[in-house]
């Protein structure tokens, strides 16, 4: 069961309380500053539900900005992380063609570091991307 927690014309934030799941769903291509915006509405959800695993769609987002994917996971999502007293962990659900983009650029599709507190990958395939949350939800390492 979900809990709508937050829509706008640009993004949908639910939580799921049976597996303490934080979902937002961007719903456009969208600027900057509602990138930011958007992020900020998700941190505050999470501290609200005190919920360190997140699901981010990112499939309708077509037209990107170019630093926006290196600011949530190098600056952002960090400092989210920090607020937590526990391993956060965010699945990013993208394009086929996306994703091979950002391979390509040599970014890595998954964290660098898997003993780190903050834990991130990239998925083409929803049903991928909550079976890893559910791995380090249940303990995984």
Not at 26 to 41: C, F, H, N, V
Not at 66 to 75: L, Q
Not at 91 to 114: C, H, I, M, T, Y
Request: negative net charge.
């Amino acid at each position: 069961m979900y809990q709508e927690l937050a829509s706008s014309s640009f993004l949908h934030v639910s939580y799921r309380p049976d597996s303490c799941l934080l979902i937002g769903r961007w719903l456009a291509s969208i600027s900057e500053e509602q990138l930011r915006e958007g992020y900020e509405t998700m941190r505050l959800a999470a501290l609200e539900h005190n919920c360190t695993h997140w699901l981010m769609d990112a499939r309708r987002r077509v037209d990107r900005s170019r630093n926006g994917p290196e600011w949530v996971v190098t600056t952002f999502l960090p400092k989210v992380q920090r607020e937590f007293d526990r391993r956060l962990c965010v699945a990013f659900l993208v394009l086929p063609n996306r994703l091979a983009e950002l391979e390509a650029e040599g970014e890595s599709e998954k964290s660098p570091d898997r003993a780190a507190l903050f834990q991130y990958a990239r998925f083409i395939d929803e049903g991928a991307a909550n079976a890893w949350l559910d791995h380090y939800r249940l303990g995984g390492q």
